[in-house]
Antibody
């Protein structure tokens, strides 16, 4: 069974940094692209970032470009989202999700999310 | 950025009725359009990909159509558990984007 479990969320001050992890199991991690999508409290879904199967290509939404870095460790079946220069409007539940294929397009399995709160 | 506009924002129907949800893109996304369902407190669930293909385990009452800039999600006969939120997402132009959502509520 496919599982994705996010961790690393919490309370951080504006301007601070945080690293989210997404641990996966139940599928061949190195064969699939992975996405990060976030949802601010009471709001809709927003695309954050995506990475292809071998980590050679990464993509970022305009709101996080230059501040967030996505990477993966295929030997550990884990994805990392390094977040920097955090702002209050980065407050959201962050979901990692597996793509249907090796190239990021559509997410078919999702984790339950981890809450990031940016506040002083 | 490709803007996706979903309509209506809220759709009020009764169980057993047919629901048609719309998603319009500001530029062509070819057929790279997905639909997700989100229940309160849960992660989204993939319903439809490539505009018209049902994801694994999705009931046949859900169907998708369209290409280019205009897409629809149809639920042929509403079940009580269908009255939740629905989002479309395009995967043709980076950055990928979601629509703002359509809430399906019981009339």
């Amino acid at each position: 069974e496919v599982h994705l479990v996010e961790s690393g969320g919490g309370l951080v001050q504006p301007g601070g940094s945080l690293r989210l992890s997404c641990a996966t199991s139940g599928f061949t991690f190195s064969s699939y692209a992975i996405h990060w999508v976030r949802q601010a409290p009471g709001k809709g879904l927003e695309y954050v970032s995506a990475i292809n199967d071998n980590g050679g290509s990464t993509y970022y939404g305009d709101a996080v470009k230059g501040r967030f870095t996505l990477s993966r460790d295929n030997s550990k079946n884990t994805l990392y989202l390094q977040m920097g220069s955090l702002r209050p409007d980065d407050t959201a539940v962050y979901y990692c999700a597996r793509d249907r294929s090796s190239w990021p397009q559509v997410a078919d399995y999702w984790g339950q999310g981890t809450l990031v709160t940016v506040s002083s | 950025e490709t803007v996706l506009t979903q309509s209506p924002a809220t759709l009020s129907l009764s169980p057993g009725e047919r629901a048609t949800l719309s998603c319009r893109a500001s530029q062509s996304v070819s057929s790279c359009l997905a639909w997700y369902q989100q229940k309160p407190g849960q992660a989204p669930r993939l319903l439809i990909y490539d505009a018209s293909n049902r994801a694994t385990g999705i009931p046949a009452r859900f169907s998708g159509g369209g290409s280019g800039t205009d897409f629809t999600l149809t639920i042929s006969s509403l079940e009580p558990e269908d009255f939740v939120l629905y989002y479309c997402q395009q995967c043709n132009n980076w950055p990928y984007t979601f629509g703002q959502g359509t809430k399906l509520e019981i009339k």
